[in-house]
Nanobody, 116 residues
Framework: QVQLVESGGGLVQAGGSLKLSCTTSGITVSIYTAAWYRQNPGKQRELVAQITTGGATSYVNSVKGRFTISRNNAKNTIYLEMIRLQPEDTAIYYC??????????WGQGTQVTVSS
């Protein structure tokens, strides 16, 4: 079985920071593309950040310069470091690992709430 479990979410004031972790089992993170998505009630799930097996990263424009995606292959863990958080960042954040279209795995999500 493959499992992804997010942690590190919580309540933070605007301008604060959080680091999310996605611990995985049943996969080798180094050969998977990893990504973080977020979703607010009534809105479509949004791709926030992605890192390829080669280490290339990409971000949605609204978080560029504030969020950093990374991974620790030895720990099979994916991270999202978030700084200068804004109320608009409030959402449930989901971790995803994929190899092409045949192997796509999601975590259960962790809530991030940013107060103004």
């Amino acid at each position: 079985q493959v499992q992804l479990v997010e942690s590190g979410g919580g309540l933070v004031q605007a301008g604060g920071s959080l680091k999310l972790s996605c611990t995985t089992s049943g996969i080798t993170v180094s050969i998977y593309t990893a990504a973080w998505y977020r979703q607010n009630p009534g809105k479509q799930r949004e791709l926030v950040a992605q890192i390829t097996t080669g280490g290339a990263t990409s971000y949605v424009n609204s978080v560029k310069g504030r969020f950093t995606i990374s991974r620790n292959n030895a720990k099979n863990t994916i991270y999202l470091e978030m700084i200068r958080l804004q109320p608009e960042d409030t959402a449930i954040y989901y971790c995803r690992a994929s190899r092409g279209t045949a192997r796509v795995y999601w975590g259960q999500g962790t809530q991030v709430t940013v107060s103004s």
